[in-house]
């Protein structure tokens, strides 16, 4: 059974950085689309950044989210199972609970739907 564990939210004061992380087990491998998502309070579930296997293990292809697009950076370590995210330039809209995600063989990389394994979430408040 898969399992996901974020780590690194907090409070930050707006303009700061903030580096979360993503912690894979049970089975999982760098075949598997790893995936960020995150949600503010009254919300739907939003697309943030995923690391997409394609093509076998050689080639990964990262997509980002347009809200959070030049401020942030997804990384993955394959070694570690663990991914990654940098957030830079943080703002007050940024705030909600930051989700990792995992899916084997993913449709849509930017769909919620498409992905079967969730974290329990970490939570992310920017202060103005």
């Known amino acids: 059974q898969v399992q996901l564990r974020e780590s690194g939210g907090g409070l930050v004061p707006a303009g700061g950085s903030l580096s979360l992380s993503c912690a894979a087990s049970?089975?999982?491998?760098?075949?598997?689309?790893i995936a960020w998502f995150r949600q503010a309070p009254g919300k739907e579930r939003e697309f943030v950044a995923a690391?997409?296997?394609?093509?076998?293990?050689?080639?990964?292809?990262?997509y980002y989210g347009d809200s959070m697009k030049g401020r942030i950076t997804a990384s993955r370590d394959n070694a570690k199972n663990t991914l990654y995210l940098q957030m830079n330039s943080l703002r007050p809209e940024d705030t909600a609970v930051y989700y990792c995600?995992?899916?084997?063989?993913?449709?849509?990389?930017?769909?919620?739907?498409?992905?079967?394994?969730w974290g329990q979430g970490t939570q992310v408040t920017v202060s103005s």
């Open positions: 995600a995992a899916q084997a063989t993913v449709g849509i990389p930017t769909r919620a739907y498409d992905y079967e394994y």
């Open positions: 049970g089975g999982i491998s760098d075949s598997y689309a």
């Open positions: 690391i997409v296997n394609l093509r076998g293990w050689i080639y990964f292809r990262t």
